[in-house]
């Protein structure tokens, strides 16, 4: 990223944020991504009381078999043009979903998807498409990323069957590792703990909120 530092040694809040301004002054955005549990924790507080929004994903590979199949007849690989007209129904609906945030969003993902040899995976249910999610490799390693799905469509086993088609395409291909990165606080990482993804890491991300965020405060 173009605006990410990554921490690897012990800081203060001070320091880093010192750090970042004077690296990434001129962006609206910036991020420290610090690999360490323990280092992470020790900021989270001061970090999340300077006005920095404060994240902790968890990183998981897959080691195991799914707990069950998912439901036959759900999920299909598609083109680009069909995943990214799901993708902005899905980005649409979140509280930061305004058209000009869709727009960007699907444009970042079209990059994304060209350089790193995306395939797309899309489940479907009563005749709607309505999850998605995007398998990138680098011909060696997998990650299985941007999975969503329609409000009204949840709880119908979509996730499932188009994680696990991916996650099929990924094996299938002969990667040697498989992985996937969830939010820590949030459910889908035990979907993807069902569908035999073990944690491996548990690092943090501390990120000032651009203009466009509710808690973007100017700088003094």
Known sequence: MLNQLSVDAPTDVGALIAALDELYGHLPHRRAFV??????????????????????????????????????????????ATIRAVEARTIAEEPYGEPAVVEQLLASRAAFGRAGRARYFVGAAEGVDACHTTLYSDGVVAQIEDVGTLKALRCRGLARAACSAAIDAAVAAGHELVFVVADDEDWP???????????VGRPWAFTRPGPEHPAHTPPS
């Open 189 to 199: 990482k035990e979907l993807y703990a069902k569908l035999g993804f073990d944690p």
């Open 35 to 80: 690999e360490s549990e323990a280092v992470g924790s020790k900021l989270a507080d001061d970090m999340r009381a300077a006005g920095w929004l404060v994240e902790r994903d968890v990183f998981m590979v897959l080691r195991r078999e799914r707990d069950r199949p998912a439901q036959p007849g759900l999920a299909r690989e598609v083109d680009e």
